[in-house]
């Protein structure tokens, strides 16, 4: 996965183009990407920076699990990822550098991020429907899970960026293609991958099925201009040292229930085996 994850970025340095965007931090660019990941062989986390997992998992159980838009719920376990975009007492979001508003919402959506995530997974039962259909027909060929309702896009502080995922079970194994239409690549794509990656496995594992393939596919891969700098130093550090081998991740295999899996602050279902890694990279957040 660093080997993918690196060449994506190099391409991006390389043939990106620098454009204007409503962060007023500027990218660089390309207009796509797709890759594929066999989960089966390798667990796809990074070693080239430090990748919390913690973090990743809970923010992806927030959505599925807890299908939420609250912000409070992930900042009781300690993970601050979704601040910049929470909806204050008044409805207002606001901007931390002037401390304007940026979009004004009803104010019964306090402390959310609005309709988008968790939001749109609970209003279509999306996992249930998954969960049932992967257990009663696994031929089904249309198990599509769409986080773009065009009816909840305006009352949304950010609409969905990783917005579907299509489930398929080939030969025992559980394969996904998921889509994102935005990608910040040093924050956002790194925390997406592995927690898929582990949404796969859960999934996975409640229906009976083994954890497959993930193909990714992106509209708009960027890097902000302030990130170059922390991509470059993590290039250096894959090509000075690209043969780090990728840890194991231990699921507790007496769960068979989705809703099951721990969502504590210490995520005990969920292990990661002699994680190597090269260290952290802090790489600023535009909101
Ligand atoms: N906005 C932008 N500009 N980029 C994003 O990746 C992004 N997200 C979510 C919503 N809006 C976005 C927020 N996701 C981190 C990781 C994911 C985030 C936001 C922030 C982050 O800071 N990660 C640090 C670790 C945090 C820490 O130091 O504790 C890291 O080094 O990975 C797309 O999902």
Not at 132 to 150: A, E, T
Not at 162 to 182: A, F, K, M, P
């Amino acid at each position: 996965w660093d080997k993918i994850y690196c060449e994506l970025c190099q391409t991006i340095l390389d043939e990106g183009i620098e454009v204007k965007n409503r962060t007023g931090i500027n990218t660089v660019k390309i207009p796509s990407a797709h890759f594929q990941l066999d989960v089966d062989k390798e667990f796809p986390i990074l070693t080239t920076k430090q990748l919390f997992i913690r973090q990743a998992i809970l923010e992806m159980l927030w959505i599925y699990q807890a299908q939420s838009n609250d912000v409070r719920w992930l900042q009781e376990r300690n993970v601050f990822i979704w601040d910049k975009w929470e909806i204050d007492e008044n409805g207002d979001w606001i901007d931390e550098k002037t401390g304007k508003v940026l979009k004004h919402f009803d104010p019964s959506y306090a402390h959310t991020i609005g309709t988008a995530y968790g939001f749109i997974v609970k209003k279509y039962h999306l996992i249930d429907k998954l969960i049932d259909s992967l257990k009663n027909d696994r031929n089904d060929r249309r198990r599509v899970i769409s986080l773009w309702q065009d009816e909840y896009l305006d009352t949304a502080v950010l609409p969905s960026c990783v917005w579907s995922s299509e489930w398929d079970v080939t030969d025992g194994y559980l394969n996904i293609w998921v889509h994102q239409r935005s990608c910040d690549v040093p924050l956002g794509l790194p925390f997406n991958v592995t927690q898929y990656a582990v949404l796969l496995k859960m999934i996975a594992q409640v229906t009976g099925l083994k954890a497959g393939k993930i193909d990714w596919s992106i509209k708009d891969a960027h890097i902000y201009v302030n990130q170059i700098e922390g991509i470059k130093e993590q290039l250096n550090r894959y090509h000075n040292n690209p043969d780090i081998p990728a840890p194991e991740f231990w699921l507790n295999p007496e769960i068979k229930d989705f809703y099951e899996f721990d969502h504590s602050k210490e995520c005990k279902d969920c292990k990661l085996i002699d994680y190597k890694h090269m260290g952290k990279i802090k790489f600023p957040l535009a909101q």
